[in-house]
């Protein structure tokens, strides 16, 4: 059997969030344009790994992608055991750019999916200054929850296990048997009350709505991916979405579910090779 050393190289960075420091674990791969990539609510960068190994993407990509605070490889703010965990926009906009800034990312693309893609949206509302265009996969304007949240943090359930059981029913059917249960498995090891905290700026924050009108795609294009087996954010939700955006483009995945980087990668892959070409070359750092 030969010996593999895949690409992606893995480091921390130190950043200001709250005027506090975090210690942010980060992966890249590859060359060329900054490709800065959100992972989904209670899971972590793995979820981008096959793209980060993918010599057709890093070829002219510098894939990046980092653990949100509380997440994989990003330990929690000290004294977090004195506090709930509960992600704000506020907060999660304000790590993602802290990030664009300590790394010297000049004009990336930012990728996000499900929340990440949600926070993609809001940032190209807010801040699209910074970036040179938005893929927001499986994201919609807001989604309330179908159900009760509390049910990942309770002392008689297993919070891991119940979030992978709920997510597992956003995973496409035709997802290889073995991605779909690596991606299971980031939910089974999220942190205690993670995925809830994360899923209350989720379903709870609706501020986004209001927004997507002043997106200008004219400066900053959005392109929006969605599964056709995502039950979260459904091809409809999504469709919703994209039509508030003035200039924005969707695409529809008809093999894909929830989580397509991680649960079908060969699938997803084509989409988001196709979503890269339609982004402008922004800067190169």
Not at 85 to 94: F, M, V
Not at 109 to 126: F, K, P
Not at 219 to 234: E, I, R, W
């Given at each position: 059997m030969s010996t593999l050393i895949e690409p992606i190289t893995g480091?921390?960075?130190?950043?200001q969030i709250a005027d506090a420091p975090r210690r942010i674990y980060f992966e890249e791969a590859g060359q060329g344009r900054p490709v800065l990539c959100?992972?989904?609510?209670?899971?972590?960068?793995?979820?981008?790994?096959?793209?980060?190994?993918?010599?057709?993407?890093?070829?002219?990509n510098?894939?990046?992608a980092f653990d949100m605070p509380w997440h994989g490889k990003s330990l929690p703010p000290e004294g977090f055991q004195t506090e709930e965990y509960l992600l704000t926009t506020e907060a999660y906009i304000e790590t993602v750019l802290a990030m664009v800034d300590a790394l010297g990312l000049e004009k990336p693309v930012l990728a996000g999916c499900s929340m990440g893609g949600r926070i993609?949206?809001?940032?190209?509302?807010?801040?699209?200054?910074k970036f040179s265009g938005f893929i927001a996969i499986e994201a919609s304007d807001f989604q309330p929850a179908w159900y009760d949240i509390d049910w990942f943090h309770r002392p008689d359930a297993h919070g891991g296990e119940m979030g992978a059981a709920l997510v597992s029913a956003n995973i496409s059917p035709h997802a290889p048997e073995a991605e779909r249960w690596n991606t299971l498995w980031m939910f089974m090891q999220?942190?205690?009350?993670?995925?809830?905290?994360?899923?209350?700026?989720?379903?709870?924050?609706?501020s986004l709505i209001a927004r997507l009108g002043q997106i200008d795609t004219a400066q900053t294009p959005v392109h929006v991916l969605v599964g056709a087996y995502d039950l979260t954010c459904t091809p409809e939700d999504a469709q919703r979405t994209a039509d508030a955006?003035?200039?924005?483009?969707?695409?529809?995945?008809?093999?894909?579910?929830?989580?397509?980087?991680?649960?079908?990668?060969?699938?997803?892959?084509?989409?988001?090779a196709a979503a890269l070409d339609a982004m402008p070359r922004g800067g190169m750092s």
């Amino acid at each position: 059997m030969s010996t593999l050393i895949e690409p992606i190289t893995g480091r921390y960075v130190t950043v200001q969030i709250a005027d506090a420091p975090r210690r942010i674990y980060f992966e890249e791969a590859g060359q060329g344009r900054p490709v800065l990539c959100l992972h989904t609510a209670g899971a972590d960068t793995r979820q981008w790994r096959h793209l980060m190994n993918d010599a057709r993407i890093t070829a002219n990509n510098r894939m990046i992608a980092f653990d949100m605070p509380w997440h994989g490889k990003s330990l929690p703010p000290e004294g977090f055991q004195t506090e709930e965990y509960l992600l704000t926009t506020e907060a999660y906009i304000e790590t993602v750019l802290a990030m664009v800034d300590a790394l010297g990312l000049e004009k990336p693309v930012l990728a996000g999916c499900s929340m990440g893609g949600r926070i993609a949206l809001q940032i190209a509302a807010l801040h699209p200054e910074k970036f040179s265009g938005f893929i927001a996969i499986e994201a919609s304007d807001f989604q309330p929850a179908w159900y009760d949240i509390d049910w990942f943090h309770r002392p008689d359930a297993h919070g891991g296990e119940m979030g992978a059981a709920l997510v597992s029913a956003n995973i496409s059917p035709h997802a290889p048997e073995a991605e779909r249960w690596n991606t299971l498995w980031m939910f089974m090891q999220s942190g205690p009350g993670v995925f809830r905290g994360d899923l209350s700026f989720y379903t709870r924050d609706d501020s986004l709505i209001a927004r997507l009108g002043q997106i200008d795609t004219a400066q900053t294009p959005v392109h929006v991916l969605v599964g056709a087996y995502d039950l979260t954010c459904t091809p409809e939700d999504a469709q919703r979405t994209a039509d508030a955006i003035p200039g924005a483009t969707i695409a529809v995945m008809d093999e894909l579910g929830h989580f397509p980087m991680s649960e079908h990668p060969e699938g997803f892959r084509p989409f988001f090779a196709a979503a890269l070409d339609a982004m402008p070359r922004g800067g190169m750092s």
